[in-house]
């Protein structure tokens, strides 16, 4: 059965304080990995595809990277806005066109 | 240009009755995706349709639930004797043709249910 896990559950930083977070995933075979952002009492937000070991994708302050076993969401210097829970979620190959979510990580970052 | 709309945001139901939750894509999406998040828990998928077919109910629970996604109009959640388990938030996503592959879901604010 395919599987994510992310960690930490919670995450508290202060402002500019650079960290990272873990998606560690079993798939029978990846068609893809994705990372979303959800904020309280909202849909998640698609952020970034990647689709192959050694893939890194960008977008302001955040950087995903992918190995064949997990991935890594960077966030540099956070703001406050970047406040959020980060989820991450794989596809698997045979037609399949569900999401299969980790539990999240609740990130919260003090000005 | 409309996100997906879900309505209503909140429903309040007591056990036993029945509840109907409904998902309009945005414009030009023509697949749609039903996800429960329970309290504490990740996203779990139930099914993805598109126009007048399901595709994947596979995370459809086997009774009391059902989903369609009518040639007109939005598509329904629909839970019969709702039962306490059932408290959740029901997000609905949409997709073009070609995004399906790319999990580049857009999804709703969702619905919350309540069951007393």
């Known amino acids: 059965e395919d599987q994510v896990t992310q960690s930490p559950e919670a995450l508290r930083l202060q402002e500019g304080e650079s960290s990272s977070l873990n998606c560690s995933y079993t798939v029978s075979g990846l068609r893809g990995l994705f990372w979303y952002r959800q904020d309280p009492g909202k849909g998640p937000e698609f952020l970034f595809t990647l689709y192959s070991a050694g893939e890194e994708k960008e977008k302001e302050r955040l950087k995903a990277t992918l190995t064949k076993k997990e991935s890594f969401l960077h966030i540099t210097a956070p703001k406050p806005e970047d406040s959020a829970t980060y989820l991450c979620?794989?596809?698997?190959?045979?037609?399949?066109?569900?999401?299969?979510f980790g539990q999240g990580t609740r990130l919260t970052i003090n000005p | 240009n409309a996100g997906v709309m879900q309505n209503p945001r909140h429903l309040v139901r007591r056990r036993g009755q029945e509840a109907r939750l409904r998902c309009s894509p945005m414009?030009?999406?023509?697949?749609v995706y039903w996800y429960r998040q329970l309290p504490e828990e990740g996203l779990k998928f139930m099914v993805y349709?598109?126009?007048?077919?399901?595709?994947?109910e596979s995370g459809m629970p086997k009774e009391r639930f059902s989903a369609e996604f009518p040639k007109e109009g939005p598509s329904i959640l629909r839970i019969q004797q709702v039962v306490r388990g059932d408290s959740a938030a029901y997000f609905c996503?949409?997709?073009?043709?070609?995004?399906?592959?790319?999990?580049?879901?857009?999804f709703g604010e969702g619905s919350r249910l309540t069951v007393l």
């Open positions: 414009k030009g999406h023509s697949h």
């Open positions: 979620a794989v596809q698997a190959l045979g037609g399949a066109q569900k999401l299969v």
């Open positions: 349709l598109q126009k007048e077919n399901i595709i994947d």
């Open positions: 996503a949409s997709s073009r043709d070609r995004d399906t592959n790319t999990g580049e879901l857009f």
